[in-house]
């Protein structure tokens, strides 16, 4: 079973739950209904492209979303409803823009926590969300 998940284990709130594909599936879910839930929360850098998520953030500033009563975090979220990558808990979506509030599917590179260790020990600066 694949799951979202997050590098953090414990945030102040709200708590994110670890959860399956069953929460963005098209047979429970308008998926283009949650697509604009997204869209409607989104500010668009002329200069980057970003999609900056104007919602609720964590205490990292990572942008959260309330889906079926479960927290998610959006560039998560976001991977799995446009490229249908659902990412399990050793894979983390760096930021490749350098702006952690983006949810632009194309922004993220996808990285194994050993290949972000790599990359941090290089001494590459990324976002390791």
Request: charged fraction near 25%.
């Amino acid at each position: 079973m694949v799951r979202f998940t997050h590098a953090l284990t414990r945030l102040s709130a709200p708590a994110l739950t670890m959860i399956d594909e069953t929460l963005i599936d098209p047979q429970k879910i308008n998926i283009e209904i949650l697509k604009l839930r997204l869209f409607l929360k989104r500010r668009i850098d002329p200069e980057k492209g970003c999609w900056i998520w104007t919602g609720a953030t964590d205490g990292d500033g990572l942008g959260l979303i309330k889906v079926r009563g479960v927290s998610l975090i959006v560039h998560r979220l976001a991977l799995a409803l446009w490229t249908g990558v659902i990412l399990n808990r050793n894979q983390l979506a760096i930021s490749t823009c350098g702006t952690d509030r983006c949810f632009h599917p194309e922004h993220r590179e996808i990285l194994s926590r050993a290949q972000r260790r790599q990359t941090a020990a290089k001494g590459t600066k990324r976002d390791a969300k």
